[in-house]
């Protein structure tokens, strides 16, 4: 091997070393232990993977990254190239003791170039001109059970656009990433497929665009920019709620689109079924495809999100704050990004690293965090919520009366009250009017039970569980 050949072997081992500083242990070995140096040629370091899959894995994850890094260390454009080989290929070369201190001999295997060969300036221009949000990538973006699904079928539609998958609406709560997995499906198309035409619009965009081709007569053209994409990207559906001519329009760009088999993928903040004043036409073609749902984190992965949001941003802070933050912050990603921004403005402008107190105080009068603990959701917001929604008052909820009209809203409030909060039975049936703990349990079960039976009951709950954890109320 050649002298340049082993610095940019060594850099490459630099380079992993640094990453690996900043990924979760398990996550670093899970893809990094299956990646070797292969060889470098003239600014390109070809690594080797074992399998197609990790291949896709790593591009989406971590190419730029692996580039990134290695850019820093050798102050050179390096261009990362991948390559098949086979699993013992890899471990031989991984083999310290077959090849000591030396990188592996060139191998033959086909070459799967990384990224085709458009400049990044070209490529940035391209991202905004089709409106999309570079920073909004795969590889930043956080996967946990809470997000797998949608994860992974934004970014099977990446790499096979208009083939699976098509439309497909990502739902979910505000703030839990929607806006982010669409720009990284629009992002990932241009940097690897740069001849397809991405359009990334809110759906707000589209009716103000809309609007005003009708105020200067150019609906033609309008219409002409939306049917000539070759990917379709609309985030907030919702948006288009009683807007009764845009969602014809967008009907019809829809059909033109689907037809010419183009993919379409849309967001919205809820399940197609809840939306009010759409076309039965329209809400159809949706549901059409494939729907997946965002949830809100899980500590864990509201920790991994901390901590790689807290990499990328260059700053530090003890484990004990980042667990105060992932603990109390639990509804959504958005909240726990702008809590982190709040202390590291606070340490940075002190120019000093921030106590557990001090970081305390200032989270405490956030008011994400004061509206988003599930403790201080009270009792009486959630029966005032359930009653709004079946249009009976918190005082009826409360009382005495046993009609049909009011046990299943009491029932519901109940449910809900033991499922969000974290108030003991006894509690929740002092608040309902001094009720048993035991009328409280068997409320819970009853309505536990309608859900399974009752795919559009249990739609009810699940939308006013989330309208109350959102702070819709
Ligand atoms: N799993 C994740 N990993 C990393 N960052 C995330 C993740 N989910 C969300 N974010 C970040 O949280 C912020 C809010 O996400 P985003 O705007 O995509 O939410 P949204 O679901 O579209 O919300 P809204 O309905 O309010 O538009 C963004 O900065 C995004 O990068």
Redesign the pocket.
């Known amino acids: 091997m050649s002298e340049a050949q082993n610095i940019y072997y060594e850099f490459w081992q630099e380079t992993a070393s640094r990453i690996k500083e900043t990924l979760p242990e398990q996550e670093y070995h899970t893809w990094f232990n299956r990646i070797a140096y292969l060889k470098s040629d003239n600014h390109k370091v070809v690594l080797a993977v074992a399998s197609q899959f990790i291949l896709d894995t790593v591009i989406a994850r971590y190419r730029d990254m692996i580039r990134n890094t290695m850019i820093e260390l050798t102050g050179e454009e390096i261009d990362i190239v991948f390559e098949v080989v086979s699993r013992s290929k890899i471990e031989q070369i991984q083999q310290p003791s077959k090849e000591p201190k030396e990188a592996p001999k060139e191998t033959t295997a086909f070459a799967l170039q990384a990224k085709p060969q458009v400049s990044e300036e070209k490529t940035l221009k391209m991202k905004k001109d089709c409106n999309l949000n570079p920073?909004?990538e795969f590889h930043?973006?956080?996967?946990?059970d809470?997000?797998a699904f949608a994860?992974n079928a934004s970014l099977a539609i990446a790499k096979n656009p208009g083939v699976s998958y098509n439309p497909c609406l990502i739902y979910?709560?505000?703030?839990?990433?929607?806006?982010?997995?669409?720009?990284s499906i629009g992002n990932y198309i241009i940097n690897n497929t740069p001849e397809l035409k991405v359009m990334y619009v809110t759906a707000e965009m589209f009716t103000n665009e809309f609007i005003e081709s009708i105020g200067s007569q150019r609906t033609q053209q309008f219409k002409n920019k939306f049917r000539k994409v070759d990917v379709l990207l609309i985030?907030?559906i919702h948006f288009l709620q009683g807007k009764d001519s845009t969602q014809e329009e967008l009907f019809h760009t829809f059909n033109n689109l689907y037809e010419s088999k183009k993919q379409m993928v849309f967001?919205c903040?809820r399940p197609i079924s809840e939306l009010k004043n759409i076309t039965d036409r329209l809400s159809s073609r949706f549901e059409r495809g494939l729907n997946v749902d965002?949830q809100p984190?899980n500590y864990e992965?509201r920790m991994?999100?901390l901590k790689?949001?807290l990499v990328e941003r260059g700053g530090s802070m003890s484990e004990e704050i980042l667990n105060y933050i992932a603990t109390n912050v639990c509804t959504?990603?958005?909240d726990?990004?702008s809590s982190l921004t709040k202390l590291i403005a606070y340490s940075e402008l002190l120019g000093q690293e921030i106590s557990f107190d001090k970081a305390k105080e200032l989270l405490g009068i956030l008011p994400s965090l004061a509206a988003n603990s599930n403790q201080t959701l009270s009792i009486d917001t959630i029966i005032k919520v359930v009653g709004e929604y079946f249009n009976v008052s918190s005082f009826e909820i409360k009382g005495k009366k046993k009609n049909k009209s009011l046990i299943q809203p009491r029932q519901i409030a109940m449910f809900l009250a033991r499922d969000i909060t974290e108030y003991s039975t006894t509690e929740i049936g002092t608040e309902f009017g001094g009720r048993d703990h035991t009328t409280v349990m068997h409320a819970h079960d009853r309505i536990e039970s309608l859900m399974k039976g009752d795919e559009s009951f249990a739609n009810t709950i699940v939308k006013l569980k989330r309208d109350l954890t959102n702070g819709k109320r």
Do not use: M, Q
Not at 140 to 144: E, N, Y
Not at 172 to 183: E, F, I, Q, S
């Open positions: 920073s909004y930043t973006f956080v996967i946990g809470n997000s994860y979910g709560g505000v703030g839990l990433g929607k806006t982010h997995l669409l720009n985030d907030d967001t903040d965002l984190p992965t991994a999100i790689k949001k959504n990603v958005r726990l990004e």
